[in-house]
């Protein structure tokens, strides 16, 4: 069974520029999340993904990040414009549907993207 | 609100000997508790977990890690250390009733000493 996808692995830009991520999910995963780890942090949630509706981004900071999830497969996370404490790595992770087990599904996380914003 | 305190940033033990994690964790329900490895450039993978029932909680490669309500800890262990065993730990603790969401400690970056 493939795991996650992400894709770029690295990226480097300049402060004010514009970048996206691309995640795909486990083959029948209903539910996509999106972290932000930060260099001695350990991940933090950016928005959580239910099919192609959004379940929680209260830690998304809306004003710059961007996300989507159009045909609830795979999904984009967006930065612009962005700041050097964007410099992180990103992780995206997929569940099967969080909901309908009544408990907590596994989630497997990808290799991430590691954005150097200069 | 959930959190999580990992004690120590970094741990340093000689091969073959125990491997001794500590997580402290601060819930307004009863909690879901996780442990999670991270290798170098890859994503974090699942350890063990603690949702309800028996307290000692036997993991993957070896780890378990014990639920102590009283002591609100869920320290992660392993009888004797392994090269392969260097890596970053996270323990994370679910969020309260109806949400599904990880809050992650800092972690904790284990050497395994020749």
């Known amino acids: 069974e493939a795991g996650v996808a992400q894709s770029p692995r690295y990226k480097i830009i300049e402060k004010r520029q514009s970048v996206a991520f691309w995640c795909n999910p486990i083959?029948?995963?209903?539910?996509l999340y999106w972290y932000q780890q930060i260099l001695g942090q350990g991940p933090k949630l950016l928005i959580q993904f239910q099919n192609n509706g959004v379940v929680d981004d209260s830690q998304l900071p809306k004003d710059r990040f961007s996300a989507e999830r159009l045909k609830g497969v795979d999904s984009t996370l967006k930065i612009q414009p962005a700041k050097l404490e964007d410099s992180a790595v990103y992780l995206c992770?997929?569940?099967?549907?969080?909901?309908?087990?009544?408990?907590?599904?596994?989630?497997?996380f990808g290799p991430g993207t590691r954005l150097t914003v200069l | 609100a959930q959190s999580v305190t990992q004690l120590g940033s970094h741990v340093s033990v000689s091969e073959g000997a125990l491997v001794l994690l500590r997580c402290n964790y601060s819930s307004s329900v009863p909690p879901y508790l996780f442990w999670y490895v991270q290798y170098p450039n890859q994503g974090l993978q699942l350890l063990l977990k603690?949702?309800?029932?028996?307290?000692l909680v036997k993991g993957i490669n070896g780890f378990e890690a014990e639920f102590k309500k009283s002591e609100t800890s869920f320290h992660l262990t392993k009888p004797s250390a392994h090269m392969s065993d260097a890596a970053e730990y996270f323990c994370?603790?679910?969020?309260?009733?109806?949400?599904?969401?990880?809050?992650f400690g800092k972690g904790t970056k284990l050497s395994v000493i020749p």
């Open positions: 603690y949702t309800t029932g028996a307290t």
């Open positions: 992770a997929s569940s099967l549907d969080a909901w309908t087990s009544g408990g907590y599904n596994e989630q497997f």
């Open positions: 083959s029948g995963h209903a539910t």
């Open positions: 994370a603790v679910k969020g309260g009733a109806g949400s599904y969401q990880l809050t």
